[in-house]
């Protein structure tokens, strides 16, 4: 077997299917891990009856989400030692391990606990998942950058990061509403709890598969002799604020998150009392993503004749312009209605998968882009604060919306059962917050990202990387 695998000018196993497949791998892990978030706000004001504190709460814990994500980044960097293959392959795996129990530790099914033990629960259960979520996540969206210089490649690689994530998502978005719902479209805790659990075990056995199959082609070993300069957090996040690409990734990034996270538990009140079926919204959501599916085995050749921002830029504006037909057209609680709000999210979804399919080679290129600049490798902290970030809008997101949500007459105690009136204002919400998505991924890839297709090639040229004209094997 061995024999057959073709090995470039340095003498690793040639880029392919089997890297792109690998990495893929392990956004499903994450996303086996991180796939129920959106169903936390449902969970906790409408199953354990904590209502507003839930949001007040979510706040919280986004306190320990702003020391989290740039002190483990920071460790990973600053670590030293000398791995058997490489140091974010070893964090990756014991990230993977913690994540097997952590997620259900958010949804464990107490609803007559006392308020004091549910806040007590919910704190320790969302820290303890959110530290081992970062451990396994930041060094696994810095490999990006290891795995391969070129161009194409990495458009590769974060086309089928995407598609792990869409599979991650799509499967438990499909299967859930069937599963965690009753006929009276109310939520069963207990179900979602053992649901959580098996999801765990499948994104550890993902991370495994990702682990043990992946490719390092860019040589970032560090020797033990080496002397270095003492690690400075200060100034690595000042590097960030000043590296463009990375910090119009991020405001793209929290654009789109602020809307499918922040939106999430608005969309499902809208199916449960604005339609009248929860059930049907998985399907409804999978069915939105076929644009995103069509548009995948596309990127690699577009990136290389367009550039990734062209493309990005592109897509937010097709969000755009489904958003607002979302906000202005007549979506009615009919099947009319109904189709009229899928055809707006399919050309939404069209616009979110061109940028999603992307995005991550743009944060691989960002993080070349630090180097460039600075001199100083620190895949660990720019993935980290950019992770961290987009964190703070799937945290403060949900909170916010929900906020907004009570004050337009949302009641947890009603659950699936809410007024017209409330569930007519969701109809609005939710248009309005993927309008307000779509528009601040626009201003994060057309006005703040730098790093056109010229720009980008003379940056590659100057950092010796190589070079991508097109002529790259057709994996993705």
């Not at 979520?133 to 974060?158: E, H, M, W």
């Not at 490719?215 to 000042?238: C, M, T, Y």
């Not at 367009?306 to 057209?329: D, H, N, R």
């Not at 209605?337 to 061109?354: E, P, R």
Request: charged share 15%; aromatic share 12%; hydrophobic share 50%.
């Amino acid at each position: 077997m061995t024999k057959n695998v073709k090995l470039d000018e340095n003498g690793k196993r040639k880029f392919g299917i089997l890297d792109s497949v690998s990495y893929a791998a392990g956004d499903f892990g994450c996303n086996m891990s991180f796939a129920l978030k959106s169903t936390l706000a449902i969970f906790w004001t409408q199953f354990m009856g904590l209502e507003i504190w839930y949001s007040l709460l979510l706040i919280v814990v986004q306190v320990w989400d702003a020391i989290n994500d740039p002190l483990i980044g920071s460790i990973i960097d600053a670590d030293r030692r000398k791995y058997r293959r490489n140091k974010f392959l070893a964090y990756i795996w014991a990230g993977s391990i913690g994540l097997v129990i952590a997620g259900a530790l958010c949804f464990l099914p107490v609803p007559n606990a006392p308020l004091w033990a549910q806040i007590i629960i919910f704190i320790a259960g969302y820290v303890i998942w959110d530290a081992f979520y970062t451990v396994a996540n930041v060094p696994y969206g810095s490999l990006l950058s290891l795995i391969s210089s070129k161009t194409a490649d990495r458009a590769s690689l974060s086309a089928w990061r995407s598609v792990g994530s869409m599979i991650g998502n799509m499967v438990p978005m499909l299967l859930l509403p069937f599963i965690i719902y009753d006929k009276d479209d109310n939520i069963i805790g207990e179900r979602v709890f053992l649901a959580a659990l098996v999801m765990g075990a499948l994104g550890f056995f993902a991370f495994q598969f990702m682990i043990r199959t992946t490719e390092l082609r860019v040589d970032e070993d560090v020797k033990l002799h080496e002397e270095r300069p003492k690690f400075n957090v200060i100034q690595a996040f000042g590097n960030f604020m000043k590296n463009r690409p990375a910090v119009g990734a991020t405001v793209a990034a929290m654009g789109m998150f602020l809307g499918m996270q922040g939106g999430a538990t608005a969309v499902t009140v809208l199916f449960q009392s604005y339609f009248n079926n929860v059930q049907i919204s998985g399907l409804v959501q999978v069915f939105s993503m076929i644009p995103i599916v069509a548009f995948t085995p596309l990127a690699r050749k577009m990136v290389v004749k367009y550039g990734k921002k062209e493309l990005a830029t592109f897509g937010s504006i097709c969000s755009i312009i489904a958003c607002v037909l979302m906000l202005l057209l007549p979506i009615t609680p009919d099947m009319k209605g109904m189709a009229i709000y899928i055809g707006c999210q399919l050309i939404n979804s069209l616009g979110i998968g061109i940028y999603s399919t992307v995005s991550w080679a743009m944060m691989g290129d960002a993080i070349d882009y630090n180097e460039w600049k600075t001199g100083k490798r620190e895949e660990g902290v720019v993935y980290s604060l950019h992770s961290f970030f987009r964190k703070l809008a799937q945290g403060l997101g949900p909170s916010l919306v929900l906020l907004v949500m009570y004050a337009l007459g949302y009641v947890g105690a009603n659950k699936g059962n809410q007024t017209i009136q409330v569930a007519t204002n969701m109809r609005y919400l939710v248009a309005a917050l993927y309008l307000f998505s779509a528009v601040l991924q626009f201003l994060g890839l057309a006005l703040i990202y730098n790093l056109d297709k010229k720009k980008l090639a003379q940056m590659n040229r100057e950092l010796g990387l190589a070079a991508d004209t097109g002529s790259a094997e057709a994996e993705a």
